[in-house]
């Protein structure tokens, strides 16, 4: 009943608005949530939609795979141009593929693929560069402690039924496999608050942390630090027994600790830009085909990037950012948007 309610009231506040114009094109977004990353992904489709004129219908499934699949029904029967979506969850998205493909609307992913399917194209940050520049901060971090790249280093991973927390993981974990005398424990949390809680909680309240590793800011930097604060280990940057914390998202929540001293690195993805996917939607609507190669724009945060064929379509890799204490004032990054 809850989620029929819901999606009755999103097709009252979307209907008024399609009907705007007969020509004009309407395209659907489908966000998995409105936290403040996946609020900034879906500005960023909307403003490069609205340079070229077209409507954007936004629905919105908070962690919810059957309202997302429902929804992305309601926008089959609008006839939308296309679909883009962020997938709830990437394995159960392909039967919402399946759907649009049989009524011949192209359908896109961002910020995340589907597992098991293929769309048109996915646009995401390179996230496996992302859990490299991690991965590499942490052993400079463990080479100055110890003298070698030695130690003790906890790894919260997202869902690992995703490409993403897959990549993050990946990216990290081949830089720690250079050097034998670094152990990773890998906690799993679903992107879930209260498990990077307690897996922060488990591991640095019972063995000697060097550092931890997580996947996401957004999500996970709020209730780490709650559970060192709770083991008595929030020590600032400089000072001994400080445990060293890199993450994935380049959050608000990432850039003030950095500045407390309470984090010390992450890997912000440039999201106020996945919604150059559009670009490509419009593409292939004139009829265009995109071609797999390095994509370049000067100046821009993300570039260069990679479009490259996968088991899941094409999928478009833009470059992460280092930020440390350094560049954490830096304006471009979407972590100090205001």
Request: net charge negative; aromatic share 6%.
């Amino acid at each position: 009943m809850r989620k029929l309610l819901l999606l009755t009231l999103v097709l009252l506040l979307v209907v008024p608005a399609v009907g705007a114009q007969d020509d004009e094109i309407v395209i659907g977004y489908s966000a998995p949530g409105l936290d403040a990353f996946q609020a900034g992904v879906m500005d960023s489709v909307g403003r490069y939609a609205a340079d070229k004129g077209w409507q954007v219908v936004n629905q919105n499934s908070p962690r919810d795979a059957e309202l997302q699949a429902n929804q992305i029904e309601f926008l089959i029967a609008l006839d939308v141009a296309a679909i883009v979506a962020v997938p709830v969850d990437s394995q159960a998205f392909c039967a919402s593929v399946r759907r649009a493909e049989n009524a011949g609307i192209p359908i896109y992913t961002i910020d995340r693929a589907p597992i098991g399917c293929e769309v048109n194209m996915t646009v995401q940050a390179d996230n496996y560069l992302a859990g490299q520049q991690s991965g590499e901060a942490v052993v400079e971090f463990l080479t100055e402690k110890h003298g070698d790249p030695q130690g003790l280093v906890l790894e919260l991973q997202g869902d690992m039924g995703n490409n993403v927390a897959q990549l993050r993981s990946d990216g990290f974990n081949d830089v720690m496999a250079e050097y034998e005398d670094i152990e990773v424990v890998s906690i799993p949390t679903e992107w879930q608050q209260e498990k990077f809680f307690q897996g922060t909680l488990d591991v640095v309240g019972s063995r000697d942390v060097d550092a931890i590793y997580a996947h996401s800011d957004s999500v996970g930097t709020i209730p780490i630090i709650q559970a060192l604060e709770q083991l008595g280990k929030a020590i600032p940057a400089g000072e001994e027994g400080h445990i060293y914390l890199a993450t994935v998202d380049g959050s608000p929540n990432c850039l003030e600790n950095i500045r407390a001293g309470l984090q010390d690195q992450c890997s912000s993805q440039p999201n106020p830009d996945f919604g150059i996917l559009v670009d490509y939607v419009e593409m292939e609507l004139n009829g265009e085909a995109i071609e797999p190669g390095v994509v370049e724009k000067e100046d821009a945060p993300w570039s260069p990037a990679t479009i490259e064929e996968t088991d899941t379509g094409l999928m478009l890799n833009l470059a992460t950012t280092n930020v440390t204490a350094d560049n954490v004032e830096d304006p471009t990054l979407w972590g100090n948007a205001e």
